[in-house]
């Protein structure tokens, strides 16, 4: 699949307005959600080989994505889409919100909106239902 302007991200409804940048792990575009035209930035990963290790991978980035989708956190961007493109071997791809100019006006908005101490974040608190985080030290100033 190309990644170019006007094509689909698979059959999914995200649409491609513009190539982003391209890394060791694959290709970010910016995407257009061709009902809300909501627009996210779809990072689409590299081909891995067919086996176990390449089954893994793409298990474990679909997985982070759907952590990432539910946690809510000014540091995280949020999730909007993911899934596999239908090519040989399958590649895996995330939407993601879009930052840019406007970051540091988002960042307000979110340190406003999730107040929270960082033990009680639904990323870490997922991390650690599934035991791959230690729990956070109570801090004794929290119990005052």
Sequence with gaps: MELSAGNRIGTSPWVIVRP???GAFGEVVEV???????????KVLKPVAAGTKGDVIRDKTLEAARLLARAEH??????????YLDTTPPRNWVVMELLGAHLPLL????QRRHQAEPATHPARRALEAKGELAPAPTSPLGQL
């Design 20 to 22: 982003l940048g391209k």
């Design 32 to 42: 257009e959600h061709e009902i809300t035209h909501k627009r996210g930035a779809c």
């Design 74 to 83: 000014p540091n995280l961007v949020d999730v909007y889409d993911g899934g």
């Design 107 to 110: 960042h307000r908005r979110r």
